[in-house]
């Protein structure tokens, strides 16, 4: 879904986010490295000056993935406080930037991003907001089960690294 920038009425645009909308399933999907089973919440974009444009909501996702433990599945729930800024990519000119100067920037400034053209592609600022929140490992939220399964799993490894392992099978007679 594009939005033109120049385009956002006085006031901002809410868009709710629902998992019935294909951009919202396809934005979800890809930051989360699977298929959703649920997508929700609400983007408000509003124009700052007629080029740039802030990002503000909340998006909650929830997924069933593979532990990166265990590889059992397991339900992973992300919840996203999104606040970002949005400027034209022309105006990252050589140019404008300070070449000799140092330059401190503020908290808001490390929340820009850029777009091409006269439109922000909502998709992949949602996908960009659920990525930014994403755990970067998949765990089971049970790590109680989950450590019993990988022990099981490491068992018959541990039993062959000794020296005398194959010699279990041979007894005196």
Known sequence: MNLGVGNIPVGGRELVLS?????????????????????????RVEDQDSRRADVTGTVKVSAKLDCDRCGEPTEVDVSADVELT?????????????????????????????????????????CEAISLAWP???????????????????????????PFSALRGFTDA
């Open 19 to 43: 998992g019935a909308d294909e951009w919202v399933r396809r934005a979800a999907s890809q930051a989360a490295g699977g298929p959703v089973s649920r997508v929700e919440g609400t983007l």
């Open 86 to 126: 949005y400027a034209p990519a022309a105006s990252l000119s050589s140019d404008s930037l300070i070449a000799d100067e140092e330059v401190e920037l503020a908290r808001a400034d490390l929340d820009v991003g850029w777009y091409e053209g006269t439109s922000l592609n909502m998709e992949s600022v949602l």
């Open 136 to 162: 970067s490992r998949v765990v089971c939220s049970d790590t109680t089960s989950c450590e019993g399964r990988v022990e099981a799993l490491l068992e018959p490894g541990k039993a062959a690294t000794s």
